[in-house]
C-alpha cells in the first residue's frame, strides 16, 4: 500500500496508522513553487526520521513540477512525472508525451549526480 499525503496534518495521521505502507507519497498541489516546496519541507520535517524507514515519493501538479522534481532528486528522493502531472516542459513549451517529460526528469538526475 502506498499512503499519499498532502499536508504535515495528513503526515501526522499516517504516523498514528498501523497499517504498513511500501511507499509514502507527498503529494505538493500549491500551484506556486515556493509554496509547494515549503510545503514538501514541512511535510519531510513532520515525517522526521519515518522518512527514512519508507521510500518517500515527492511529487507535484502544475506549474510546479519541475521545482518539486528538482528538490526530491536533490534529495534523493523518488520522483514520478507523467502528462497527468503537467503538459509543460522545463523551459515552458508544450511537451510531446510522457517520453519527453521523462528524459527531461532523467536529466534533472543526471545534472545532480543522482539517479531518477
Same mark, same amino acid.
Do not use: I, K
Given at each position: 500500500?502506498?499512503? &499519499?499525503?498532502?499536508?504535515?496534518?495528513?503526515?501526522?495521521?499516517?504516523?498514528?496508522?498501523?497499517?504498513?505502507?511500501?511507499?509514502?507519497?507527498? $503529494?505538493?498541489?500549491?500551484?506556486? $513553487?515556493?509554496?509547494?516546496?515549503?510545503?514538501?519541507?514541512?511535510?519531510?520535517?513532520?515525517?522526521?526520521g519515518a522518512a527514512q524507514s519508507v521510500p518517500v515519493l515527492l511529487h507535484a $501538479? &502544475?506549474?510546479?513540477?519541475?521545482? =518539486?522534481?528538482?528538490? +526530491?532528486?536533490?534529495? +534523493?528522493?523518488? =520522483?514520478?512525472?507523467?502528462? $497527468? #502531472?503537467?503538459?509543460?516542459?522545463? #523551459? &515552458?513549451?508544450?511537451?510531446?508525451?510522457?517520453?519527453?517529460?521523462?528524459?527531461?526528469?532523467?536529466?534533472?538526475?543526471?545534472?545532480? &549526480?543522482?539517479? =531518477?
Open positions: 500500500m502506498e499512503a &499519499g499525503l498532502w499536508t504535515p496534518a495528513a503526515v501526522a495521521a499516517y504516523q498514528a496508522w498501523r497499517v504498513p505502507c511500501v511507499r509514502l507519497l507527498l $503529494e505538493c498541489m500549491e500551484p506556486e $513553487e515556493e509554496a509547494a516546496l515549503a510545503n514538501a519541507h514541512a511535510m519531510l520535517a513532520a515525517l522526521g $501538479e &502544475g506549474p510546479a513540477v519541475w521545482a =518539486v522534481l528538482r528538490e +526530491a532528486v536533490q534529495l +534523493a528522493l523518488h =520522483v514520478r512525472v507523467g502528462l $497527468e #502531472d503537467t503538459r509543460m516542459m522545463p #523551459d &515552458g513549451t508544450m511537451a510531446s508525451g510522457n517520453r519527453a517529460l521523462v528524459e527531461a526528469a532523467v536529466t534533472f538526475g543526471a545534472t545532480s &549526480g543522482s539517479a =531518477v
